[in-house]
């Protein structure tokens, strides 16, 4: 029985890292019908980014003040370096026939792991968790406070996310450029500009998941190849064009992982992989998805 | 001088020319109509003058400043607004929420904002009754009542309406073209595009014809209206 409770627990903390990077996904490709492949990329700079934030700070303060802000900094900095990925590397292309910002979002992030690589060079870096190593018992199951941490902090921004679109003119100026741009124009809104608010927002989700995530697993500049890979995974299962159908499919994949583990670790990859052609195979534009892909 | 003075305009999607040689003025005040059939270029020359299509040649200059490459946002802030053709509402959000975006070049403080849209809602009390509802459940003349208020929303001081009787029923044509003669005085200048000739000549004081991408004839409306021209190509009445 704890088992079973462990294993949700650690699969909703995953599912909420996949859930904030699937959502990510969603923000670029709803808006500008374009996907930032660097993601991973973001997530693991997110990570050293933060680390870098808290060795500056140490011994200033304790780590319950300095790790919120190693999560605001890295959130900033990753936000920034979006701005660039959408000026530099999707601008040029997007609207035009052709996919080259595939190319060159996977060139972006292949440069900025090159400049992470030479800059803090290829070992795994510590980062700790602003309630340390213990355990705590939740229903008999033991979990680490991290894992809570992440499935709060998700929770709270996804909640955010989802207030800050559906209430503010900025979210309300952001969905009308998710279904046309032309016509989003029309009301006056300055549309690169949104667009770009989107690469920035995108990469700061990326970049704070690193964060999150670094304290259990290890913050190598290689780690978010295989989170944004699973988090696209759940993207795909709840609808790319669908923010909130992301946010399940990432929640959803995060806990299918964590009890096919429990059987068998092995089986995991595998199982996941048979979930998205078994949803796919079904509902070809995801669970929540309405649109088709092909819009691009 | 004009409040729009478009001259010698072309338009073309890459290879695909659309109008060629287009000028055109319209006037303070003024309700100016383009009547052309089927791909005649009308919608292109709108998007031309909101800045959705990149003139090929010639110049759009409204109230004397050459905006001919301005991005549309900042036209709209310059006081141009079009309702587009096949009335593009933002259907998964509110009515309110459609107008909200709608006075987004405008920056009103929130009161002045509410003014502004219980404004449109005393001109148009079906959108008042349907104020929350997400726009995709209005009926299509609602979503066409709701796109004009929306454009009005920016205050603008020239008004661009792509075929507002389009897939309407003839009552609820009716009704749409009785509000844009409300409007009329209210210092707001209005370039309708119609393919229902008959009611745009009726609605406005000069009207331009438009044919592959050229303007063909020009007038006073009501001397057009007579014209058997147009009443042979447009109003569906045979010479003699
Ligand atoms: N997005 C586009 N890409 C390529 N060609 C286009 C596009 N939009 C319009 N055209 C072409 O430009 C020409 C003019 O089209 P436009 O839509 O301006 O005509 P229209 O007078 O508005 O017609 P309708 O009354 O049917 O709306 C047509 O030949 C059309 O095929
Ligand atoms: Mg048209």
Redesign the interface.
């Known amino acids: 029985m704890e088992a079973y409770v462990q294993a949700l627990l650690s699969g909703l903390a995953v599912g909420g890292i996949y859930a904030l990077i699937a959502l990510s996904f969603s923000i670029t490709f709803t808006t500008t019908r374009t996907l930032n492949f660097a993601q991973g990329e973001f997530v693991s700079f997110g990570a050293f980014v933060g680390v870098t934030a808290l060795l500056v700070l140490t011994g200033t303060a304790s780590l319950s003040l300095t790790y919120p802000f190693a999560l605001v900094v890295a959130g900033v900095v990753a936000g920034v370096v979006g701005i660039l990925v959408f000026v530099l590397a999707v601008r040029p292309f997007a609207g035009k026939p052709g996919m080259s910002w595939v190319m060159s979002t996977i060139g972006f992030g292949i440069i900025l792991q090159s400049a992470g690589l030479a800059l803090w060079g290829p070992a795994p870096a510590k980062l700790p968790g602003p309630f340390g190593e213990g355990i705590i018992r939740i229903a008999g199951a033991g979990v680490r406070p991290q894992e809570v941490l992440i499935l709060v902090a998700a929770i709270v921004i996804l909640f955010g996310f989802e207030a800050v679109m559906q209430h503010t003119?900025l979210g309300?100026?952001t969905?009308?450029v998710a279904?046309?741009p032309?016509?989003?124009?029309?009301?006056?809104?300055?549309?690169p500009v949104v667009m770009m608010g989107a690469f920035a927002a995108s990469s700061a989700l990326a970049g704070v998941s690193g964060v999150l995530i670094a304290p259990i697993s290890t913050a190598s500049l290689y780690m978010g190849l295989g989170f944004a890979l699973k988090a696209f995974a759940g993207a795909i299962i709840g609808g790319l064009d669908n923010p909130r159908g992301c946010i399940y499919g990432g929640f959803m994949l995060g806990v299918v992982e964590s009890y096919v583990g429990l059987w068998h670790s092995q089986w995991r990859e595998i199982a996941v992989f048979l979930l998205i052609i078994l949803v796919l195979a079904i509902r070809p534009n995801g669970i929540f998805g309405a649109r088709t892909l092909q819009k691009v | 001088m004009a409040l729009l003075e478009v001259s010698g305009l072309g338009l073309a999607y890459g290879p695909i020319r659309a109008a060629e040689d287009i000028s055109l003025q319209v006037g303070a005040d003024e309700i100016v109509a383009i009547i052309g059939g089927n791909g005649a270029g009308k919608t292109s020359l709108l998007k031309g003058i909101a800045g959705l299509l990149t003139p090929t040649t010639g110049t759009v200059r409204f109230s004397g400043e050459d905006i001919t490459r301005l991005a549309p946002h900042r036209r709209v802030g310059l006081g141009i607004a079009l309702s587009p053709e096949g009335r593009q509402v933002f259907p998964d959000q509110s009515v309110a929420d459609n107008l909200v975006l709608g006075a987004y070049a405008r920056n009103f403080a929130r009161g002045e904002l509410e003014a502004e849209i219980e404004e449109k809602f005393a001109l148009f009390p079906r959108l008042a009754e349907r104020r929350n509802q997400p726009a995709l459940t209005l009926s299509g003349g609602e979503q066409q009542m709701l796109a004009i208020a929306r454009a009005l929303m920016s205050r603008p001081r020239l008004l661009l309406l792509d075929e507002p009787s389009l897939g309407l029923a003839p009552i609820i044509v009716r009704d749409v073209f009785r509000i844009i003669e409300t409007l009329r005085g209210r210092g707001i200048s209005i370039l309708i595009v119609e393919q229902m000739a008959n009611l745009a000549l009726k609605v406005s004081n000069r009207a331009y014809v438009i044919e592959s991408g050229r303007i063909t004839l020009d007038g006073k409306s009501a001397d057009l209206l007579h014209d058997p021209r147009i009443r042979a190509a447009y109003l569906g009445v045979s010479h003699g």
């Open positions: 003119r309300k100026a969905r009308a279904h046309s032309d016509v989003a124009s029309l009301m006056g809104i300055n549309v």
